[in-house]
């Protein structure tokens, strides 16, 4: 095997990763009706930020058309909502030279296998994150979050009517919620009580996509961050989301590199990998201060480094429920 044919490989992973990522990304988008929003547009720095106008409260008032007087001012200011950006990479994997000298292996086929896992674990990765990103962010309102897991069971499981009454939170703005994000225990339990939907989307990987009796999409996903194992029973978050309301904006910095190490009894060569991408969340912006750059999952886990910007909470990502 020469030189050459280890660049071929490290093509091979990377156009085969690039090629099923995107394919997944549009059908993604499209069977999610855009709660969750997957893009490839790439930022520079650690931050992006957007800025708009904040909404004027009291903006018309009631004007006496016989009376005199000072009238108090109102401000236009602005609001800033900032994305930050998340590090991410793949572990050394070992791709010894020598295995593939041996089987008589073309290293394309490596690379096409690598590749697509690859592409798979991203894209999870993604979710995941995301996901724990908008419960750090949407549970600290009360606005717009509903607990009923302390009702008497069966009442504490996720049943239409507890979704009927997380969704009146937004009140003249429940439309705007175009579906559910839940683990599957709680689509079990909502599905065994109620009628049976064989309507299936999208699947990719553990992501399904399915919908409701009202129409709303429901997406349903194993992601460990729609769990909170510390009360007993395990509480599971199911959100109820708008459009928007995540946005994931892949940096197009991929990079990846061979490495071959001597001095064992086989030659050793490695290949790793890394990459970045942009995380927002609809109404809120990421805490420059508290939560810092590049951050650990820790950090982006944590409420009080999303701050919200919103001023009305139908502005918000949509509604969070909590149940057994």
Known sequence: MALSDLAVYSEYAYTTMTE??????????AASNGMIQLGNFPHQGDFSDKVFFAKIDGLVRRRNAYGSGSVAEKNLSNLVDTMVKVAAGTPPVRMDKGQFNWIQQNPEVAGAVLGQQLAIETMADMLNTGIG?????MIQEAEIYLDVSGNTAPDDLLTFQNQVSAVAKFGDASSRILGWVMHSKPMHDLMEKNVTNAERLFVFGTVNVMRDPFGRIMLMSDAPNLINTVPTPDKYHTLGLTSGALRID????????????????????????EWSYEMGVKGFAWDKTNGGKSPTDAALMTSTNWDRVATSHKDLP???LDTH
């Not at 099923?20 to 988008?29: A, H, K, R, S, T």
């Not at 892949?250 to 790793?272: C, L, M, P």
């Open 250 to 273: 892949q940096n197009g910095d991929y990079d990846a590199n061979e490495e071959a190490v001597n001095g064992d009894e086989n030659i050793k060569r490695t290949f790793q990998a």
């Open 318 to 320: 949509g509604v969070i």
């Open 133 to 137: 990103v908008l419960v750090a962010a």
């Open 20 to 29: 099923v990522l995107d394919q997944q990304i549009n059908l993604f988008n």
